[in-house]
């Protein structure tokens, strides 16, 4: 199926191009070179950002929609190894006979998300998802010294949000709902990097640009709200009492990153303006609790 941007590259209005350097599969030795996004010319028009922290862009008479997340994932396109671009290289030795072993796996489960995908192929919406999916999966093979647990929350995250995208185009397909799935695992592994940091046995700080979404990096206070938010929204509300102590946690830690629910005078700023809303409504379920 064609998506409104490959529609635009075979009208000849590109939005994106192969980059220079070749990329070497640490799994297959596959070559190739990613796909890079252009954004100059009127490409990209940022619109609101959403409370996930998420930018929305506006579609262009010109270009049309254009989706950023899609293109940020390196995948070879042979055997489907994916990592954020960083990290492509630095796969650990021990673990690739893992990933080749896996290869089938990954692609019969990608399947059942998103059909017919093509990494050769100019990215499109579809392939989006799946490459955030396989990072999300890759990620299993890389150590604790690569921030692989933030890292797999941001994938799950941003492919929740291309999988809206898709629902907004594919009405009827389910799309929603899969998208609520990978949100909902996007808090989990938030809730345990976040985990892992306190406890000293994983760092958030090989992540870099802890986003999530690649307009802004919103730091270790975003990575703080996230948590929050992506539990407050989309976490169990079936074990009751688990879902209070988790939302009490996210309350304090909230108060504390941000020095929400004091008298002190607010703190500008759009993070601070949706972490205070967040502050408020959690405190609101925690009443009801009482």
């Known amino acids: ?145 690569s921030s692989p647990t933030i890292k797999q929350a941001v994938a799950a995250l941003r492919a929740g949000w291309l999988l809206d995208e898709l629902d907004t185009r594919e009405q009827g397909q389910h799309y929603d709902w899969i998208a609520v799935l990978f949100k909902k695992k996007a808090g989990f592994l938030y809730l345990e990097a976040l985990k892992r940091e306190q406890n000293g046995t994983e760092t958030l700080s090989a992540m870099g640009n802890l986003g999530p979404d690649t307009d802004k990096n919103y730091g270790y206070e975003g990575t703080i709200y996230m948590a929050g938010l992506l539990q407050y929204k989309y976490g169990d509300t079936n074990d009751t009492a688990r879902r209070r102590d988790t939302l009490a946690e996210s309350k304090r830690n909230l108060a504390k990153m941000f020095g929400l629910g004091k008298s002190s005078k607010n703190k500008p700023g759009p993070l601070i303006e949706k972490s205070r809303a967040l502050y408020d409504m959690i405190a609101k379920e925690l009443n009801e609790f009482d």
């Open 1 to 145: 199926m064609m998506t409104a941007d490959s529609k635009n590259q075979d009208a000849g209005l590109k939005i994106s191009y192969q980059s220079k350097e070749v990329y070497v599969c640490p799994v297959c030795e596959e070559e190739f070179k990613r796909e890079e996004l252009l954004s100059g010319s009127g490409r990209l028009n940022a619109g609101e950002l959403t409370d996930e922290l998420h930018r929305l862009y506006v579609p262009s008479a010109k270009y049309g929609s254009i989706y950023p997340l899609a293109y940020q994932a390196t995948v070879c396109p042979n055997c489907w190894f994916s990592s954020m671009q960083g990290d492509f290289n630095r796969l650990p030795k021990d673990r690739i006979e893992d990933v080749a072993d896996d290869e089938d796996r990954r692609r019969e489960e990608a399947g059942l998300i998103c059909h017919d995908i093509d990494f050769r192929a100019p990215r499109t919406l579809e392939a989006g998802v799946i490459s955030q999916y396989l990072v999300l999966r890759c990620y299993d093979y890389y150590k604790s010294d």
